[in-house]
Structures are given as structure tokens and as C-alpha cells.
Nanobody, 112 residues
């Protein structure tokens, strides 16, 4: 059974940083692209970042490109999302996604 699970999010002050990961079970993560989405309360889910299976091709949403980064460690079956200089508008539930499977989501709350 394919499963994705995100590490815990957290409460952080504006300007702070977080790094968390998505872990894959039941399949070889390195065979697939990976994406991070987020959904703020009352808003649609939006794509934040994407990475190719080998990690060579990355895309990050323009509005957060200077502050967020995506990476992966295929030996550990993990994909990371690193957030820095966090702002209140980054408050959302963050989800990892690959090939039809979603993680359960992790809440990130930025306090001003």
C-alpha cells in the first residue's frame, strides 16, 4: 500500500524557519516526482514546489521562491521542504503528493 506521511509542522514566529519531510512507504520514492502543496483556511489548495525523481529539476512557486526550497534524499526515501523568513500568509496545511497519493497534511502556523 502506497503511503506518504509528513513530519510535524509547527508554530513559528514571523521571520522564522522550518524544515520538514515527507516519507514514503510501500513504494520507491526515487521512481517518482514529488510535490508540496498548501491550503490556507478558506482558500484552494495550491502547488508550492515540485522536484523530479532524480532531484535534478526543481520548481518553486514564484511568490515563495526566495524563501522556500525543495530537496530529496532518495537513499532515505524522503523529500524535504524548507521554509525560511516565514510570513503570516504562509500559515496553511502543507501536503506532500506523488503519483496519485497524498500525505495527511501538516499544519504550519506563523504568528506575527
Amino acid at each position: 500500500q502506497v503511503q506518504l506521511g509528513e513530519s510535524g509542522g509547527g508554530l513559528v514566529q514571523a521571520g522564522g524557519s522550518l524544515k520538514y519531510y515527507c516519507a514514503a512507504k510501500g513504494f520507491t520514492y526515487s521512481d517518482y516526482f514529488a510535490r508540496w502543496y498548501r491550503q490556507a483556511q478558506g482558500k484552494e489548495r495550491e502547488l508550492v514546489a515540485s522536484i523530479s525523481s532524480d532531484g535534478d529539476v526543481k520548481w518553486v512557486r514564484d511568490s515563495v521562491k526566495a524563501r522556500f526550497s525543495i530537496s530529496r534524499d532518495n537513499a532515505k526515501n524522503l523529500v524535504y521542504l524548507e521554509l525560511s523568513d516565514l510570513k503570516s500568509e504562509d500559515t496553511a496545511v502543507y501536503y506532500c503528493y506523488t503519483s496519485g497519493s497524498w500525505g495527511q497534511g501538516t499544519q504550519v502556523t506563523v504568528s506575527s
